[in-house]
């Protein structure tokens, strides 16, 4: 379980002579995919709360300065809340969206990252380029700065265990590891990576 919170502050400093009613008004959202009660007074499972900042001695007497705390639970009851909130509820609990273009577009895209570990593969590759790029910029030492900030440990191991995903044989997997990794590692310190993330594997299993 965990929560999203996005915070949209409208927040302008007041000038001078001006009232501190002149404020505008700052909401503060929290998306919460869990039930959110355990920090209210009592257990309430209404999906939407508003906040306000009031006296702790005269519950009737409110600060008048423009914050509202908003507090979305997904598991919440959505009973009279509008069907733009609930297709927000479902999306947080990662359920099918039909309404909302917005909505829909995040949902697709969420699956197309889980869904394809190869993305992996791609975003080193990125990260290579533009290591490259910026040597050229910026001239040999830089480059050879971010190509070894870039080829670390872990990103080899991550680029082993994706191809191993991919069920490729140990001879093109250490091709391609190589031709990413080999100016930084020996031949023999790549092998010994493969068995290593080979071995995990096989555990896991």
Not at 6 to 16: D, F, G, R, T, W
Not at 155 to 167: A, F
Request: glycine share 4%; aromatic share 10%; net charge negative.
């Amino acid at each position: 379980m965990y929560a999203w919170p996005l915070i949209i502050i409208a927040y302008k400093v007041l000038k001078p002579g001006h009232d501190y009613s002149e404020l505008p008004d700052t909401f503060i959202i929290f998306l919460c995919s869990f039930d959110p009660s355990e920090a209210f007074s009592k257990v309430d499972n209404r999906a939407v709360h508003f906040f306000k900042t009031i006296d702790t001695k005269d519950h009737a007497l409110e600060l008048i300065d423009g914050a509202t705390k908003v507090i979305i639970n997904s598991k919440g009851d959505f009973t009279g809340e509008s069907e733009e909130l609930k297709e927000l509820a479902k999306l947080m609990n990662n359920e099918e969206v039909s309404l909302n273009e917005h909505f829909i577009w995040a949902q697709k895209r969420i699956k197309e990252l889980n869904q394809d570990r190869r993305a992996d593969i791609m975003d080193y590759e990125m990260k290579i380029m533009d290591a490259r790029i910026s040597g050229r910029e910026d001239g040999e030492k830089r480059g050879k700065e971010i190509g070894e900030k870039i080829a670390t440990r872990a990103g080899v191991k991550n680029l082993i265990e994706v191809l191993i995903d991919l069920s490729l044989d140990d001879k093109t997997i250490f091709l391609k590891v190589k031709n990413k990794y080999g100016q930084y590692f020996s031949d023999d310190e790549l092998k010994q990576f493969i068995s290593e993330a080979k071995n995990d594997s096989l555990q896991e299993a």
